[in-house]
């Protein structure tokens, strides 16, 4: 069944390349209504594309599938999304209809929210439209996808998702784009088999907050019991826990937790080799990091 999903993909691209593949196409999009700033955090615009229209991808009837991109923040980032920016196009075989975007962790199989509904309005091509989604002030923390509903279950298509073929990072050669078809996730560069980078024109609109990752917090913020232990360590904050993460002594991240979301919570010790691990944990406050004693 994948394959045959994966040969429509490839279909529709193939038809888009032959009359509609364009390049150099500047569209520039609306910063007006970027969200006011709350007294607990500062704005910023993640963007990976340059601006830059190199082609566009669909997809034809079947499903489900998702389009968009992978937002590779700093782990210690967090804050709330408020609204995503993004660029269609459309031809005679799509049409615009309505969307949702889904937000997953970097895992790629935690969603964690979802933006409101929107029509994917697109110029026709050459041209294209930016469209502004509202998104119901989502919590996000650390890296992210933000994924396009791109399935239909009859003709015509959804307009043309507009991608820029230039813009990659160390590490993402390949773009910014991906494809999840069913469970399975992949780049929309060898989905489509293109020879470039594919990163989408999609544009995260988020409140930072503004000491995240900065302010280390002080030793009475958090407390760890027993220290040595042997079982289960007690973890106690002052304010909600948003990560955990254990390193051994070769700093070998051996556990990570990014939804924890309680001021009280254990970390099951058991299993591990006795021996010195760091702590880092990770608050709405900022980050405290400590060593614990595994003794059996």
Request: net charge negative.
């Amino acid at each position: 069944m994948l394959m045959v999903v994966l040969s429509t993909l490839v279909l529709a691209y193939q038809n888009r390349a032959t009359g509609f593949r364009y390049e150099n196409q500047f569209i520039k999009t609306d910063t007006s209504h970027l969200p006011e700033v709350p007294d607990s955090c500062k704005n910023n615009t993640y963007i990976y594309d340059d601006s830059i229209i190199g082609n566009a991808y669909s997809y034809a009837i079947g499903g489900p599938v998702l389009l968009g991109n992978f937002f590779p923040i700093a782990d210690h980032t967090n804050g709330v999304i408020k609204s995503l920016d993004m660029c269609f196009s459309s031809n005679s075989s799509t049409s615009a209809q309505s969307c949702v975007v889904y937000f997953y962790k970097a895992d790629q199989t935690t969603m964690f929210g979802q933006s409101d509904p929107f029509i994917n309005t697109g110029a026709a091509w050459p041209a294209g439209t930016w469209v502004h989604v509202t998104c119901p002030n989502i919590q996000y923390s650390g890296p992210f996808y933000a994924m396009v509903n791109y399935t239909v279950t009859s003709s015509p298509m959804k307009n043309y998702f507009d991608v820029d073929t230039t813009s990659s990072l160390p590490g993402f050669q390949k773009g910014f784009a991906f494809v999840r078809i069913f469970e399975t996730w992949a780049s929309a560069s060898d989905i489509w088999a293109v020879g470039y980078p594919s990163t989408f024109l999609q544009r995260a609109n988020v409140c930072e907050n503004e000491s995240f990752g900065i302010k280390v917090l002080s030793p009475q913020s958090i407390s760890l019991y027993p220290n040595p232990a042997n079982n289960v360590v007690n973890i106690v904050s002052t304010d909600e826990i948003r990560t955990i993460e254990v390193l051994n002594y070769t700093g070998q991240k051996i556990y990570e937790t990014n939804d924890v979301n309680l001021k009280v919570t254990k970390l099951d010790v058991a299993s591990y080799s006795a021996g010195t691990y760091l702590i880092k944990i990770t608050t709405m406050s900022g980050i405290k990091t400590t060593k614990i004693t595994v003794i059996h």
